[in-house]
């Protein structure tokens, strides 16, 4: 069996019916290519100077993700101020979090991405796309980092970014660009 890929029309589905704290996760898990419990485990103080400061739970491994080129703020930069602003006036150092301010723990994440997943799979459906209705259904929250690793330009940058070492990729990149014979 083919490993599943989350093309952009499953992704845009099941983020179209997320509350905000599966989008951030989402966003955080995409931009960082960490796991779904390492996101959860990102705290306000891993943000040193212009990175975002990882240690991989699976792996013990520890990561800088650069939030900053040339000054300006990159997409992961870009959103972790809107968590931040979003987060405002809250107590809890995570950055995932309920509106009213709770952290989001695992089964917390899960319910809510059922609840996401399900609401996208029945509109597909009502809309006379069944096969795409089944691919939303099949997309699980561990498909965003080999979603995020096949959409990196440079596979020795998603290797990094992964945490994995001399450049070894675990995921079959989907999507590289190969030129015509003629």
Known sequence: MAPYYANDMVWKA??????????????????TGQRPADV?????????????????GKTGKRLRIQIE????????????KRIAQGNEGMLSPFLVLSRNG?????????NRWDEARSKAASETEENGE???AVRIWQFQLRDIRPKAASEIRDVADASVLQGHSKGELRYRRVGAV???VK
């Open 102 to 110: 709770r952290r989001v723990s695992w089964p917390m994440l899960r």
């Open 14 to 31: 099941v983020y179209a019916q997320a509350c905000h704290e599966l989008r951030d996760a989402m966003d955080l898990a995409y931009l």
């Open 69 to 80: 080129v040339d000054g300006e703020q990159n997409s992961l930069g870009k959103l972790l």
């Open 40 to 56: 959860l485990g990102m705290r306000k103080d891993d943000i040193v100077d212009s990175y975002l400061l990882v240690t991989q």
């Open 130 to 132: 069944p096969d795409l």
């Open 178 to 180: 190969a030129k015509q």
